[in-house]
């Protein structure tokens, strides 16, 4: 997360695409070109945010003129705490948490942002992908 509370764009596309893909498992692939026209969003940037997703191996792609993008991760099994992780490298509401930082043995406000990405990635951990696809 760029900062408490707000999620950033990269982030937000992101999710954004996880859903489009994960309608996909088990469907025809759809384009990034279709993606992008639904979701505003350039292809270029698309193009950019897809390179996890395969370099996880959740995604194939297909050649060819019916091909594009197809889901081969099952999205049931996928909660958006994975998304988000996949995204942005282990995300966190503070910078701290992840870093190195000079007060970390006497910080007293370290607990406290603990407590709360705890609680944020417990409740990222109970949403399933499936769960956000549209029927």
Not at 58 to 64: A, C, D, I, Y
Not at 74 to 90: A, G
Not at 103 to 110: A, H, Q, T
Not at 111 to 128: F, G, N, R, Y
């Amino acid at each position: 997360m760029s900062y408490f509370g707000k999620i950033s764009t990269r982030e937000h596309y992101g999710l954004r695409l996880a859903i489009w893909l994960a309608q996909t498992y088990s469907k025809k692939p759809v384009t990034l070109s279709a993606i992008g026209r639904h979701e505003r969003i350039s292809v270029k940037y698309l193009e950019q945010l897809i390179v996890p997703f395969r370099r996880a191996r959740w995604v194939k792609s297909l050649r060819g003129r019916s091909g594009g993008y197809q889901m081969i991760k099952n999205p049931t099994r996928l909660t958006l705490l994975d998304v988000m992780n996949l995204i942005s490298d282990k995300a966190r509401v503070v910078d701290c948490l992840t870093s190195a930082c000079p007060l970390e043995n006497c910080c007293p406000s370290k607990t406290a942002w603990q407590k709360v990405q705890t609680a944020l990635d417990d409740a990222l951990q109970k949403i399933k992908l499936s769960q956000l696809i549209k029927p």
